[in-house]
């Protein structure tokens, strides 16, 4: 079985059960005072298996498996056996590094709350544009093909304009800061790729 199908399948089953399980709901999702005051640090990774409703999670799970493959399958080219060990590191370090701005930022609040993959998801997808640039990106409400790379710079302008605007409740900087770690951990990994993404895109 795929890591990326993995993923999937744990997520969806532990975000369905806690939609009937308000006591479960609370014990997984991020809090940052829970993790300051009573050492809970279980929660740097537990919240990202829950999601707010089945359109938060179809959504986050759509995008982990378009990309993932991709991501899962350059690892595996390059690292042989252990891509997929790297993929599943990926996305925990996606995870837990999208949440540490929040935590240091709310670690005296004890009614900030944040459940969702996003981060983690972020990280892949743009794993995926640092390791295949020369990609593109198609959306059913604007169906013209956008680069991949040319995404990415506008999705985190996006994410930086939202979470300082802080209109909605949508974890902005969680988006940012997930696609950052995604790039990092990977180009870590293999500067090559790296030289691959300047060297298309300029």
Wanted: glycine share 8%.
């Amino acid at each position: 079985m795929s890591a990326t199908l993995f993923i999937i399948i744990a997520t969806v089953l532990a975000s369905i059960t806690a939609f009937g399980s308000g006591r479960m709901f609370e014990r997984l999702k991020f809090n940052a005072y829970a993790i300051r005051e009573h050492r809970q640090m279980h929660r740097f990774f537990s919240y990202g298996l829950l999601h707010v409703d089945y359109t938060h999670l179809l959504v986050n799970m759509i995008v982990l498996f378009s990309f993932g493959r991709n991501v899962e399958h350059e690892f595996s080219a390059h690292f042989g056996s252990t891509g997929q060990l790297f993929f599943l590191l990926l996305y925990i370090v996606g995870l837990v590094g999208s949440v540490i701005p929040a935590y240091f930022k709310n670690a005296k609040d004890p009614y900030y709350n944040a459940v969702g993959a996003s981060g983690a998801v972020s990280a892949v997808l743009f794993a995926s544009i640092l390791v295949y640039p020369q990609g593109s990106i198609i959306f059913i409400f604007f169906p013209v093909p956008i680069p991949a790379f040319l995404f990415g710079i506008l999705y985190l302008l996006y994410s930086v304009y939202m979470a300082k605007r802080g209109s909605d409740n949508v974890g902005h900087d969680v988006h940012f800061w997930g696609a950052i770690f995604g790039v990092l951990f990977t180009g870590v990994l293999d500067p090559g790729f790296f030289s691959r993404f300047i060297h298309y895109v300029f």
